[in-house]
């Protein structure tokens, strides 16, 4: 378990047959690595964070600006990923690169936390805001919580057929979450009109600027998080070591481009002080745009737009506990493939439900602090 010389690397790391050393096969193409990458940073956020940014920068430049910033701090993240991706073309991603470049220690931790904290928790919460969404769209006799977890169950079920089973609904339901962002973007510049010019700001002083700035990147930053995950299934991607670069980059730049269409059309009909007082601006802007059946269509986008993120996770974290049980650091049973699916179905299950039973055990607010308060540290 000790780090391997590093002009190993290219023998370890870059096999050039259609399946990994593990047993994992290679069935992932550019195409699913990008969606994969989009799907695991486009969330709920970019429907709501917009306003908690306006609230602390007060003109579009600065909201704009704030936006861009994000995305240049996340497309240098997606290149620092890009380059371990190339070095490191296997299983585990992040638990791999902790693993060699500190101590198997930092890595035996980091994977403990993923599966009983961090990934599952946010799955969990993710999970409710998806069943919430759900009910007000198609009322059913079921509970927010009884409802997350048949969601988790159906994408376990999903993900266990085999790598590019999962890959293809989670490549569908971006496809849905693009379509709905690019509807609001759309609406939002078609069939709104200019917000009303607003008296420009008082001036603050120059410390204040800085200040206010670096509070609007934190909801920023979180809504850019997420695309390091894509490297958790380095071992079933083709040619990985030039695959997943690719689909790093333009998978930020995707977001980034979507990011800024959204804040752009949002300030174009609501104005920043509009913008600001708006704690739900995507479904205000689909408002104005159609009425009430533009709230609806947004709210179904909310949820469709969860439910991806779920499947993103579902299909990725689960090859960090497989990698945990081929190095001797889990449960050996975890690092089992089904010779048919060649999917480590056990991983899958465990992550499943143990995110099912965080969805059932408690409240929306408590889920979050939970994971958070974990995460953080």
């Not at 936006?67 to 497309?75: E, F, I, K, M, R």
């Not at 994977?111 to 969990?124: P, S």
């Amino acid at each position: 378990m000790s780090a391997p010389p590093s002009n190993s690397n290219s023998k370890r790391y870059g096999p050039r047959s259609t399946h990994s050393a593990g047993g994992l096969a290679r069935r992932l193409g550019l195409f699913d690595a990008t969606m994969i990458v989009m799907g695991g940073i486009i969330g709920s956020g970019i429907f709501i964070n917009p306003y908690v940014v306006a609230e602390q920068v007060h003109t579009p430049v600065m909201i704009l600006g704030a936006w861009v910033a994000g995305g240049a701090v996340a497309l240098a993240g997606a290149f620092i990923y890009a380059e371990l991706s190339a070095l490191m073309p296997e299983v585990g991603g992040q638990y791999a690169y902790l693993r060699e470049a500190y101590h198997p220690g930092v890595a035996f931790i980091y994977g403990w936390a993923l599966l009983l904290v961090t990934q599952t928790g946010g799955m969990a919460a993710v999970a409710v805001t998806f069943a919430r969404y759900a009910r007000e769209l198609v009322p059913m006799g079921l509970s927010d919580a009884a409802l997350a977890a048949l969601a988790l169950g159906g994408l376990t079920v999903i993900n266990c057929l085999g790598v590019r089973a999962g890959s293809t609904v989670q490549s569908g339901l971006m496809v849905l979450k693009l379509l709905a962002i690019a509807a609001l973007v759309g609406c939002g510049w078609l069939l709104t009109r200019h917000a009303a010019p607003a008296a420009a700001p008082a001036p603050i002083p120059p410390l204040a600027a800085v200040a206010a700035f670096a509070a609007a990147m934190a909801p920023v930053m979180f809504s850019y998080g997420g695309y390091q995950t894509a490297n958790f299934i380095a071992a079933e991607v083709k040619r990985p070591e030039v695959t997943l670069p690719r689909g790093l980059v333009l998978g930020v730049l995707g977001v980034m481009a979507l990011y800024l269409g959204v804040n752009f059309v949002a300030l174009r009909a609501l104005g920043a002080a509009g913008l600001a007082a708006a704690t739900a601006p995507a479904s205000a802007v689909m408002r104005m745009a159609l009425g009430s059946r533009g709230a609806e269509i947004i709210a179904f986008g909310i949820a469709i737009s969860a439910l991806g993120f779920l499947s993103q996770a579902m299909l990725t974290a689960p090859r960090v506990y497989y990698a945990m049980a081929r190095d001797g650091v889990f449960f050996r049973a975890v690092g089992w493939l089904d010779p048919r699916s060649r999917v480590p179905v056990v991983a899958i299950v465990l992550q499943g439900v143990w995110a099912a039973v965080i969805a059932v055990s408690g409240r929306y607010e408590q889920i979050l602090n939970y994971m958070i308060s974990i995460d953080l540290l």
